[in-house]
């Protein structure tokens, strides 16, 4: 089994502008942020992200990095809604193609297991259909319903952050919800793991249920050690989400040179571990 340990800086390398990049995690949990970080400082653009989305879409229409965001929504949670991302929207500074979060889950489900849609009752009835118009029906074979057909959302790369990992990209959730962490990773041609810890293998069952491995070697193509990779977001039970330095994310959105100090303190500091130190 190969070592698959890399940094940040060498995830991003393996990135090209114009791919269709997923994000795991949901809203301002579990993000990965250490690697979203590293994009912002990179020269990638014209990326599409699909992304429960949170401060990643944020941080990444901000910089200009984005063409297109497929998404289920984008949120901050204890905040309603990320200023960037709002400002981009109603900006039209960038595509979007916002769907049902079950229809979002069933696209990346779809591209998983190499189907070119799934059929859903999801978005029937509702005005996701008409804001859009690409979206097909189709009539089950078998008793006549009508349903909405999915189609799949195949990714270029996924990023992810997870709890604990071992070197060959066995990656682990120790908090109450994987989010679909494990479908972005199936969705995509390759899945990079930022993880809390690296650990020995068998670490990973003897100290939690071996069901919480849930993403296994074979899809992940890099796996990187990122002590408070997820901050400003959560990684419970790791550590809650930094609800101040929240606070002062959207607080700097409002003025363009409070934004860019605010911007470079955050790129340039190193997070804070679970005990408050620094990595």
Known sequence: MSDKTMT????VSRLRSG?????????????????????????????????????????????GKVKKVIFGFVSLDSIPLDPHFRAARQNGEIEVE?????????????AGIRLPYLPTRAGLGSDVM????????????????????MPAIPL????????????????????????FDDLFCLAAENAYVSAERIVPTAEL????????????????????????????????????RDEQFQR???????????WQEFLNRYLSETAPTANGAQS
């Open 19 to 63: 791919m269709t990049i997923g994000i795991g995690g949901w809203g301002s949990r579990r993000k990965p942020m250490s690697l979203i970080k590293e994009i912002v400082k990179s020269d990638l653009r014209d990326l599409t992200i699909v992304s429960y989305g949170g401060p990643d879409v944020g941080l990444l229409c901000a910089a």
């Open 248 to 258: 002062e994310y959207v607080a700097a959105a409002k003025d363009p040179q409070q």
């Open 98 to 110: 916002e769907y049902d979060e079950g229809m979002l889950q069933w696209g990346l489900q779809a």
């Open 205 to 240: 069952a003897a100290n939690a249920h071996p069901a919480t491995i849930r993403i296994p070697r074979l899809l992940v193509s890099g796996v990187v050690e990122a002590p408070g990779g997820a901050h400003f977001t959560s990684c419970v039970p790791d550590y809650e």
């Open 130 to 149: 008409t804001v859009n118009p690409h979206l097909k029906t189709i009539v089950d074979p078998y008793d006549g319903e009508t349903l909405v057909a």
């Open 8 to 11: 940040e800086a060498e995830v």
């Open 156 to 179: 270029d790369a996924a990023l992810v952050h997870m709890n604990r990992a071992d070197i060959h990209g066995n990656a682990q959730y120790l908090g109450p919800d994987l989010y």
